[in-house]
């Protein structure tokens, strides 16, 4: 087992590459000090949204929820700091040192006096052994990984990292970036992948995600393959996007795995998202301003397809040279619908309301309304032509094997609904799924 015991005196911070800052110890052990290095100009991408590089130390709270919403989550957290000797797994500082050579986007944060353990290296994996880790990512609730690993990613659910190269996967060790991330099937949710899959699809033919993803295998053997938006493959060289989710933006507390979501009894504590919030920090990035209207467009697929888990880290924003826009809808899978539900809260609320039941396209347009960020009519015409679109996918997208028939149904049910004017409300039991779409 690594030790995490000894740690270095601070943490160099690249941004593609190029060194942007240094992190060090905080007063507190979820909380780091991070300062520009010295003579420090800004480049043409911008590291984050939350705080700025006008001041040669960043505020340490702002700092902490920038770099920790990196970090791992829930049972990952606690089973990865436990086996790299991490006594504290809110201990932000070793947390960074051990896993944050490979992160999400394109930032990277490495213990210079590390260089040797970290140094980048790609091990083929055959199949049996990608099925053996995945079991151990679903047994554990971990990433699968071993103590040669740098690399994390947010998130609730087990994973795999993985990178692929022509025909043949690797596994990356020191801090080698992945390219694919690999979710295991779960025996409490045998149809989690399938749901998973679709969600996808379907975002991918209203072209709010441009990735690849499949399901591979099946029963318990059955994986779901997703390529990394923020990751370029040219040969087998990986080049990172850089991004952060909008909890990083909004700067969240890292440490609260509830913070990413709005708090349905103080739904105006800013210590939380709401829909508000990231319109308003949408409507302030650099370069077009089509983030905001994208992001109407993604609230209105994550109802159409009942998505109560579309929460501030669900949503990235890639910070590219000169701009800045949404990244690919990710994550989304049609939730709400399992037999047996009686929570149909919302990650955030629409229009003040968070039961799914009760939305309607004119909430859709009020609350896009009170963003005050579109022009006049605009929020009405994104959410019909999204409507539009959506009812014509359904009939497009091959449904995947393991999708529940009545879960397809629910989906034409939303868009017939809020086609019509009306609340989505209770499906009847006997209402059946169009035969066509317009």
Do not use: C
């Not at 960074?96 to 260089?115: K, N, Q, Y």
């Not at 409507?283 to 109802?303: C, E, K, N």
């Not at 939303?414 to 006997?430: D, F, H, K, T």
């Amino acid at each position: 087992m690594a030790s995490a015991t000894v740690m270095a005196d601070l943490l160099e911070v690249r941004l593609h590459g190029e060194p942007v800052g240094r992190i060090t110890r905080g007063s507190r052990r979820d909380r780091i000090e991070f300062g520009w290095i010295g003579g420090y100009v800004p480049g043409p991408v911008t590291l984050t949204e939350a705080f700025g590089s006008v001041r040669p130390v960043a505020q340490s709270s702002a700092a902490s929820n920038f770099f920790g919403g990196y970090a791992l989550e829930g049972r990952q957290r606690q089973q990865l700091t436990q086996r790299r000797g991490i006594s504290d797994p809110s201990d932000l500082y070793a947390m960074l040192r051990e896993f944050g050579s490979s992160i999400a986007g394109a930032v990277t944060i490495t213990d210079p006096d590390a260089a040797g353990r970290t140094e980048p290296r790609y091990e083929p994996i055959s199949d049996a052994e990608i099925l053996r880790r995945l079991r151990r990512a679903a047994s554990d609730g971990d990433l699968g990984s071993d103590d040669q690993s740098r690399s994390m990613l947010a998130g609730l659910q087990p994973k795999l990292l993985l990178a692929r190269f022509g025909d043949q996967w690797y596994l990356p060790h020191g801090r080698a970036h992945s390219t694919h991330i690999l979710k295991p099937r779960l025996p409490a949710r045998p149809d989690g992948l399938a749901r998973e899959l679709y969600g996808h699809a379907l975002a991918a033919e209203l072209g709010l995600a441009s990735y690849g993803t499949e399901l591979i295998g099946s029963g318990a053997r059955q994986y779901l393959v997703i390529e990394r938006y923020d990751r370029i493959v040219h040969g087998e060289t990986v080049t990172l996007v850089h991004q952060e989710d909008a909890a990083q933006a909004l700067g969240l507390d890292w440490v609260d795995d509830r913070a990413k979501f709005q708090d349905p009894g103080r739904p105006r504590d800013i210590r939380r998202p709401s829909a508000y919030r990231i319109a308003e920090f949408l409507g302030s990035l650099q370069g077009p301003a089509g983030p905001v209207a994208d992001f109407l467009r993604r609230l209105t697929f994550t109802v159409l397809i009942g998505d109560n888990d579309a929460h501030a880290k669900n949503l990235a924003i890639l910070h590219l040279a000169g701009r800045s826009a949404l990244a690919d809808v990710y994550d989304a899978v049609p939730n709400l619908f399992q037999e047996g539900r009686v929570d149909y809260d919302l990650a955030l609320a629409i229009d003040g309301s968070f039961d799914h039941r009760r939305i309607s396209a004119a909430h859709l347009i009020r609350e896009a309304d009170h963003w005050n960020a579109l022009g006049v009519g605009e929020a009405e015409r994104i959410v019909a032509e999204t409507l539009a679109d959506f009812a014509a996918a359904l009939g497009r997208v091959p449904v995947p094997h393991g999708v529940p028939a009545a879960a397809v149904t629910q989906l034409d049910w939303n868009v017939e609904r809020l086609q019509s004017g009306a609340e989505i409300g209770e499906r009847p039991g006997g209402y059946r799924r169009r035969r066509s779409h317009p």
